[in-house]
Structure formats: C-alpha cells, structure tokens
C-alpha cells in the first residue's frame, strides 16, 4: 500500500514507567480524584485551586495518512450509471410488471448539492469504479503480516510521533477508535502497539462517527487520573470497504483515510499545542443510521450479503435529529465553560454533510460563520467517520494565536456526539 504520511524512523525502545506518582496521604489521593472527576468535561472550568490538584491534557500533535488514490464525482457517477443501467437492463420485465424498482440515474449535481461532496480518497479506486464489483479490492493479507488498518493507522501515528519529537517510550497507552474493525480480536489498538515498539496497554473503542472524540476524553481522563503520562489514539477508517456503492442515496458518501492524536500531560508538555479545556460526550439510541454486520451473521447465514450488512441510514431523520441535539449540546457545553460561542475562532466539525455542517455553524454562532471559522475538508475528503473532524483539526489549525479557542465535535451513528473545546498554547 502505497502511503503519504510522513515516514519517520521507528522511535527508540527503552522500558515504559506506569505514569502513577507516589502519594502520601490518603487526603492527598482523595483530593486529586475529587479533582479529576470535576475535569471530566461535565461542569464549569476548573479554579485555581483545582490547578494545583489536577493533571491537565494538552493536544501534543496530530497525524495524517492520505491514500493515493481519489474518486472523482463524476467517475463515481459513471460508475453507478452504468451499474444502473445493466441492472434496468436485466430486471426489464420485472420492472415493467412493477415487481422490481427501476434504478434512477445519479448525477455530479445532485451528490454535491446532497452533500457538498466533490471527491474521495480510496485505498483500491479500481475495484470501486467496476460496475460488475461496486467494491474495493483488498485482499487478505496473512496473519503474520501487517493489516491494512494497522499499516494506516501506524503511517498516521508516525507523522505524529515525528511532529512531537518525542520517544515512544513515553506513551503509557495506546487507543484505536474507529466505526469499523477487521477483526474481533486480537484488538487492532495492540497491533498497532507492537508495530511502533510502544510498552504499556492498548484497546480498541467504538462509537461509529464519534469515535475520535470519545477518544480523546478516554484519553484525558486517563492523563487526569494519573494512569500515564501520554496516549495515542488511532482512528483508521476503511469506509470505501461498507459502503453499499450500488445504493444511489448513499453511494458518494464516504472515504478512506487514518488520523493519529497524541495526547499528553500538561505537566510533560513543550510549548505549542493545545490545552482541553473540557470534553462532553452524549448518546441516545436511535437505528436511523446503521450497520448489521458482525459475528452473529454466521448464525443467520440467510442475511449474509444482504444491504442491511453495509452502511445505512435515513438520511433526512438524522438531518432533523441530530443537527439541533448537537447544536443544543454545544451552546450548553460552551456556557458551562464560560465561553462565548460566538467567540469561537474555528470549528472542527465531523465531516458528513455540507448543509449539517452550516446549520451547526450558524445555530452555535448566532451568524453566518466565515469559512475559517467553519472548516470544511470534506468536498476533498468526503465522509471519513470518527477521522473528519481530526484531519480539519490538522489541516485548519495554523494562523491561530494562544489563548485562541477552538471545537472539535463529532456526531453519527447512536446517535452520539462529542465535544472537546481547545485552547491554543503559547
């Protein structure tokens, strides 16, 4: 798999410290987890005497992978078109008889005006683009090698790693959050582990779109309680790979890329970065966007390869539920931290869909939100799950001052939503 992530050397190996200082008193212990538990994002901003109880996470450095490959629209609608046409082909009498619906046509303007979407990237361009395959082509690879998540996530954690000048040696856990896994087990978050030479412990999270975010919470408590010093999260998404790209709704949505956080004490950090100033997660279940396959599809062999095992979703359900509910969540999360939403001097939002993003944008800020204030990455990038919001974090984040404060916020699939308000170091 060709990469264009920053290859770094593989970082030095050297024995990994569990992070926990020593306590003498019970008072003292008390007093820091009172103190950890008011940091948790849920509440107002921490006072100064919380500062001397506390340890605060800082966004050290991010990372990118990119594949090489991209879609256009109108080769993806070429595509399908033609898929399209073959299936009307073979189905005519059915579909004359009123038993078969005839497939409608896509076009380049209805995908952009749906989505704002203009092109993605793609781990395999070629197996996508067939009409005979509608799917990316990515073989199996042996047990004893590297997988293509684990490869992504790895280039993404490299150009991370280079950037935060670093050793690995300082990074007491490892996440990996994705909406989608290769496997059960063994956990993706321990492959990518071993692969970097990093001690410690790692797992893998799930919480479809809002993967990263939840992330980073997991993350900063762990860095609040004391456990260890740094983490790296991972959010490697193949998202070409369940997508149902014979679904005309549906079909120009998502992408492949893989993002890398590195989050770390305040107490270790070197100048820049950025301080959590809170974080704030919310689910409520909803079945509006969803995704059916898994383990027990070997128990029902009858439902194998039917569409309800690929994304799907109601697109204008989720529109109507979720744009206000994360809207709401955010104007309230800003208030409890004492900031001004319209204050705000960028917004990292999930990368899903161009009119979302707006109403978000304009319901936050009370005003049209300049398009510095607003990022949007994903007419390039398209849907790319719990990554979205991190690679317009990565991107959009230079010409900012410190003291400047930013949002990075999630949302998909649970429905859940994340928000992690940021401010900038000197």
Same mark, same amino acid.
């Given at each position: 798999?060709?990469?264009?992530?920053?290859?770094?050397?593989?970082?030095?190996?050297?024995?990994?410290?569990?992070?926990?200082?020593?306590?003498?008193?019970?008072?003292?212990?008390?007093?820091?987890?009172?103190?950890?538990?008011?940091?948790? &994002?849920?509440?107002?901003?921490?006072?100064?005497?919380?500062?001397?109880?506390?340890?605060?996470?800082?966004?050290?450095?991010?990372?990118?992978?990119?594949?090489?490959?991209?879609?256009?629209?109108?080769?993806?609608?070429?595509?399908?078109?033609?898929?399209?046409?073959?299936?009307?082909?073979?189905?005519?009498?059915?579909?004359?008889?009123?038993?078969?619906?005839?497939?409608?046509?896509?076009? @380049?303007?209805?995908?952009? +005006?749906?989505?704002?979407?203009?092109?993605?990237?793609?781990?395999?361009?070629?197996?996508?683009?067939?009409?005979?395959?509608?799917?990316?082509?990515?073989?199996?690879?042996?047990?004893?090698?590297?997988?293509?998540?684990?490869?992504?996530?790895?280039?993404?954690?490299?150009?991370?790693?280079?950037?935060?000048?670093?050793?690995?040696?300082?990074?007491?856990?490892?996440?990996?959050?994705?909406?989608?896994?290769?496997?059960?087990?063994?956990?993706?978050?321990?492959?990518?582990?071993?692969?970097?030479?990093?001690?410690?412990?790692?797992?893998?999270?799930?919480?479809?779109?809002?993967?990263?975010?939840?992330?980073?919470?997991?993350?900063?408590?762990?860095?609040?309680?004391?456990?260890?010093?740094?983490?790296?999260?991972?959010?490697?998404?193949?998202?070409?790979?369940?997508?149902?790209?014979?679904?005309?709704?549906?079909?120009?949505?998502?992408?492949?890329?893989?993002?890398?956080?590195?989050?770390?004490?305040?107490?270790?950090?070197?100048?820049?970065?950025?301080?959590?100033?809170?974080?704030?997660?919310?689910? @409520?279940?909803?079945?509006?966007?969803?995704?059916?396959? &898994?383990?027990?599809?070997?128990?029902?062999?009858?439902?194998?390869?039917?569409?309800?095992?690929?994304?799907?979703?109601?697109?204008?359900?989720?529109?109507?539920?979720?744009?206000?509910?994360?809207?709401?969540?955010?104007?309230?999360?800003?208030?409890?931290?004492?900031?001004?939403?319209?204050?705000?001097?960028?917004?990292?939002?999930?990368?899903?869909?161009?009119?979302?993003?707006?109403?978000?944008?304009? +319901?936050?800020?009370?005003?049209?939100?300049?398009?510095?204030?607003?990022?949007?990455?994903?007419?390039?990038?398209?849907?790319?799950?719990?990554?979205?919001?991190?690679?317009?974090?990565?991107?959009?984040?230079?010409?900012?001052?410190?003291?400047?404060?930013?949002?990075?916020?999630?949302?998909?699939? &649970?429905?859940?939503?994340?928000?992690?308000?940021?401010?900038?170091?000197?």
């Amino acid at each position: 798999m060709r990469r264009r992530a920053h290859a770094a050397d593989d970082p030095s190996r050297r024995p990994q410290s569990t992070g926990l200082s020593k306590r003498t008193s019970t008072q003292r212990t008390s007093l820091k987890q009172r103190g950890a538990a008011r940091h948790s &994002g849920e509440g107002r901003e921490p006072s100064d005497r919380d500062q001397h109880t506390l340890t605060h996470a800082v966004i050290a450095a991010t990372g990118l992978f990119t594949p090489e490959q991209s879609i256009s629209n109108a080769e993806l609608v070429a595509a399908y078109n033609a898929y399209a046409e073959r299936f009307n082909a073979d189905h005519a009498a059915e579909i004359l008889e009123g038993d078969v619906a005839e497939l409608t046509p896509s076009s @380049v303007e209805f995908i952009e +005006k749906a989505s704002g979407i203009r092109s993605r990237f793609v781990l395999d361009k070629a197996g996508v683009l067939d009409p005979a395959r509608m799917a990316p082509n990515i073989p199996e690879r042996p047990d004893d090698a590297l997988s293509v998540m684990a490869e992504m996530a790895v280039a993404a954690a490299r150009e991370a790693i280079a950037a935060w000048g670093k050793p690995v040696s300082e990074i007491g856990a490892v996440l990996c959050a994705a909406s989608n896994m290769p496997r059960p087990y063994p956990a993706l978050s321990i492959e990518v582990q071993q692969a970097l030479g990093i001690e410690g412990f790692a797992f893998d999270m799930n919480v479809a779109c809002s993967s990263a975010t939840f992330g980073i919470k997991t993350a900063a408590d762990f860095i609040a309680s004391g456990s260890v010093k740094a983490v790296l999260m991972v959010n490697p998404e193949v998202c070409s790979a369940h997508l149902n790209f014979r679904d005309r709704d549906s079909h120009f949505i998502f992408g492949d890329v893989a993002t890398a956080v590195i989050i770390e004490s305040s107490d270790q950090a070197g100048p820049g970065g950025w301080d959590i100033l809170g974080t704030r997660l919310k689910t @409520v279940f909803s079945n509006n966007i969803r995704n059916n396959f &898994g383990f027990l599809n070997n128990a029902a062999p009858e439902g194998i390869g039917q569409p309800d095992k690929l994304f799907i979703q109601q697109g204008r359900k989720v529109f109507k539920d979720v744009v206000p509910m994360v809207s709401e969540m955010i104007v309230d999360h800003a208030r409890d931290l004492g900031i001004d939403p319209a204050t705000l001097k960028r917004m990292w939002l999930h990368q899903a869909n161009i009119n979302m993003n707006q109403f978000i944008g304009r +319901k936050v800020m009370g005003r049209e939100p300049t398009a510095e204030e607003n990022v949007i990455i994903l007419d390039d990038y398209a849907n790319t799950s719990s990554a979205g919001s991190i690679i317009a974090f990565h991107l959009r984040q230079q010409a900012m001052a410190a003291g400047d404060i930013g949002l990075i916020c999630s949302f998909g699939a &649970g429905y859940s939503a994340g928000t992690v308000f940021v401010r900038k170091r000197a």
